[in-house]
């Protein structure tokens, strides 16, 4: 690892000002991704600022259906909270299924969404659960905040603070494990509210996480496993690498699409 | 160089560190505290697995930096005098280890799993909750046994048999 420097703001203010003075700094969450990836020397930020010690970014609220949670909030924090159990099933099981629990304890909701790694989890139930992720400048919603590989409309001096989002009647998610690295090769998140179903599918995508219309379309008349039998998904717009051929994805996304909605709840 | 202060099993203690220092180099390196050991590069296997305020965390991916202001443990604080901590006389017992090199991240993974769930552990769990932590040799059962035994799950020990 390349020689840092580590800073402890308690605001987002001042976050965002010490990383507007640095060289090449950046924000440290969790730290599960970004350190990893400076150990391997992938990155190299002249600076770590740490949001860790935020409080405003701090804390899950539920009010009714309404749910908010902070950007600093851990993986931990989620599995462990009855309330996000009670109103959101999927998001609960997915906060469970991730990493491990020395992972989950350190790695944040923020952190997970502003890296937007294509095997990540949240990505799949932000896009799933139309949520809005909240930042130090603005308001985005979750299908225009992540644009592609690693990437997002966030600029370097700008915070995840929160994210929100309307729970819905009923949600699931499941995920397809590569054996190694315990990363989704294919995760699909569904919501259903009314007639209305969102499918959120990471992990498979060669542009990373996306919705998936034509299984929202046929979940929204027919909200059972077989609705999405009969449907394929293009190879073409799916990834291929040494873990998996695209076509086996494309056939992966089905399969966990199909489980998703078999152990909604 | 900026200085940290921390406690560490009990004792407070402060070093110098650079920016870049992580936990697990400033416990085996500054403070002599060999037990954590470092198996990987990529945060997956837990040989490094330590306790930061009451939560098993993986030093390797931690700063010392971030750290500082904490109360840390680690395997040589477990023990009571004289006395192995009950999730190591457990190991023992059910000959949960062979080289011993994840033995550490093991132990301090599983107190870890126990203080969550209580006696209410089943084996699945267990298995799911360890999975943080690689073993090269004993090929986990007897880990899990020992795991199940230390919490004091009588039934579900005998099942795992
Ligand atoms: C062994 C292991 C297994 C894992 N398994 C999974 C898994 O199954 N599924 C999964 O989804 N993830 C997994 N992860 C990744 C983990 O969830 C990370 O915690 C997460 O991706 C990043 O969150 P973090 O808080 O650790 O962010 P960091 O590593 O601190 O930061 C990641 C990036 O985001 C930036 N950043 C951090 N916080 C913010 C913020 N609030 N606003 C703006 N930018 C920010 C940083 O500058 C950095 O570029 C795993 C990690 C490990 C080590
Ligand atoms: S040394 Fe920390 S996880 Fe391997
Ligand atoms: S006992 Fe040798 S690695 Fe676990």
Same mark, same amino acid.
């Given at each position: 690892?390349?020689?840092?420097?580590?800073?402890?703001? =308690?605001?987002?203010?001042?976050?965002? =000002?010490?990383?507007?003075?640095?060289?090449?700094?950046?924000?440290?969450?969790?730290?599960?991704?970004?350190?990893?990836?400076?150990?391997?020397?992938?990155?190299?930020?002249?600076?770590?600022?740490?949001?860790?010690?935020?409080?405003?970014?701090?804390?899950?609220?539920?009010?009714?259906?309404?749910?908010?949670?902070?950007?600093?909030?851990?993986?931990?924090?989620?599995?462990?909270?009855?309330?996000?159990? =009670?109103?959101?099933?999927?998001?609960?099981?997915?906060?469970?299924?991730?990493?491990?629990?020395?992972?989950?304890?350190?790695?944040?909701?923020?952190?997970?969404?502003?890296?937007?790694?294509?095997?990540?989890?949240?990505?799949?139930?932000?896009?799933?659960?139309?949520?809005?992720?909240?930042?130090?400048?603005?308001?985005?919603?979750?299908?225009?905040?992540?644009?592609?590989?690693?990437?997002?409309?966030?600029?370097?001096?700008?915070?995840?603070?929160?994210?929100?989002?309307?729970?819905?009647?009923?949600?699931?998610?499941?995920?397809?494990?590569?054996?190694?690295?315990?990363?989704?090769?294919?995760?699909?998140?569904?919501?259903?509210?009314?007639?209305?179903?969102?499918?959120?599918?990471?992990?498979?995508?060669?542009?990373?996480?996306?919705?998936?219309?034509?299984?929202?379309?046929?979940?929204?008349?027919?909200?059972?496993?077989?609705?999405?039998?009969?449907?394929?998904?293009?190879?073409?717009?799916?990834?291929?690498?040494?873990?998996?051929?695209?076509?086996?994805?494309?056939?992966?996304?089905?399969?966990?699409?199909?489980?998703?909605?078999?152990?909604?709840? | 160089?900026?200085?940290?202060?921390?406690?560490?099993? &009990?004792?407070?203690?402060? &070093?110098?560190?650079? &920016?870049?220092?992580?936990?697990?180099?400033?416990?085996?390196?500054?403070?002599?505290?060999?037990?954590?050991?470092?198996?990987?590069?990529?945060?997956?296997?837990?040989?490094?697995?330590?306790?930061?305020?009451?939560?098993?965390?993986?030093?390797?991916?931690?700063?010392?930096?971030?750290?500082?202001?904490?109360?840390?443990?680690?395997?040589?604080?477990?023990?009571?005098?004289?006395?192995?901590?009950?999730?190591?006389?457990?190991?023992?017992?059910?000959?949960?280890?062979?080289?011993?090199?994840?033995?550490?991240?093991?132990?301090?993974?599983?107190?870890?799993?126990?203080?969550?769930?209580?006696?209410?552990?089943?084996?699945?769990?267990?298995?799911?909750?360890?999975?943080?932590?690689?073993?090269?040799?004993?090929?986990?059962?007897?880990?899990?046994?020992?795991?199940?035994?230390?919490?004091?799950?009588?039934?579900?020990?005998?099942?795992?048999?």
């Amino acid at each position: 690892m390349y020689e840092t420097n580590y800073h402890r703001p =308690s605001s987002v203010e001042e976050a965002v =000002s010490l990383v507007g003075s640095t060289e090449s700094g950046k924000f440290l969450s969790g730290g599960m991704s970004l350190l990893p990836a400076m150990k391997q020397r992938l990155a190299a930020p002249s600076d770590l600022v740490d949001l860790r010690h935020v409080e405003e970014m701090k804390g899950i609220t539920v009010n009714g259906r309404e749910v908010r949670i902070g950007g600093a909030v851990t993986h931990f924090e989620i599995k462990n909270s009855d309330e996000i159990k =009670s109103v959101c099933y999927g998001l609960h099981h997915m906060a469970s299924v991730l990493g491990d629990p020395q992972v989950r304890y350190m790695g944040t909701i923020g952190g997970s969404v502003a890296n937007n790694d294509p095997a990540a989890d949240y990505p799949a139930a932000m896009i799933a659960l139309d949520a809005t992720i909240h930042t130090s400048k603005r308001a985005v919603k979750a299908s225009e905040f992540f644009v592609g590989l690693l990437e997002t409309v966030l600029d370097d001096d700008e915070i995840v603070t929160a994210v929100s989002f309307t729970a819905p009647e009923i949600s699931g998610y499941e995920k397809f494990r590569n054996p190694a690295s315990r990363y989704a090769m294919c995760g699909v998140f569904v919501a259903k509210t009314g007639s209305t179903v969102r499918v959120g599918v990471t992990g498979a995508g060669a542009d990373g996480v996306f919705h998936w219309d034509e299984a929202a379309q046929a979940l929204s008349a027919n909200f059972a496993p077989d609705a999405v039998a009969n449907l394929s998904v293009d190879p073409g717009g799916m990834l291929s690498d040494l873990h998996g051929s695209s076509e086996y994805r494309a056939n992966l996304v089905k399969v966990m699409a199909k489980r998703a909605v078999a152990s909604a709840k | 160089m900026t200085k940290v202060a921390m406690k560490v099993n &009990g004792r407070q203690v402060s &070093g110098e560190v650079e &920016g870049r220092t992580l936990l697990v180099h400033f416990l085996r390196e500054n403070l002599g505290l060999t037990g954590t050991h470092v198996g990987c590069d990529t945060t997956q296997c837990g040989a490094c697995t330590i306790h930061m305020n009451g939560q098993a965390v993986k030093a390797c991916t931690i700063l010392a930096a971030q750290a500082e202001g904490t109360d840390i443990v680690t395997i040589e604080g477990i023990a009571t005098g004289g006395e192995l901590h009950p999730m190591q006389a457990a190991f023992k017992q059910h000959h949960g280890l062979q080289c011993g090199f994840c033995t550490p991240g093991m132990i301090m993974a599983s107190i870890d799993i126990v203080n969550r769930h209580g006696s209410d552990l089943d084996e699945q769990t267990v298995r799911h909750e360890l999975e943080g932590n690689i073993c090269r040799c004993t090929g986990y059962h007897n880990i899990v046994k020992a795991v199940l035994a230390a919490a004091g799950a009588q039934e579900q020990r005998q099942a795992a048999e």
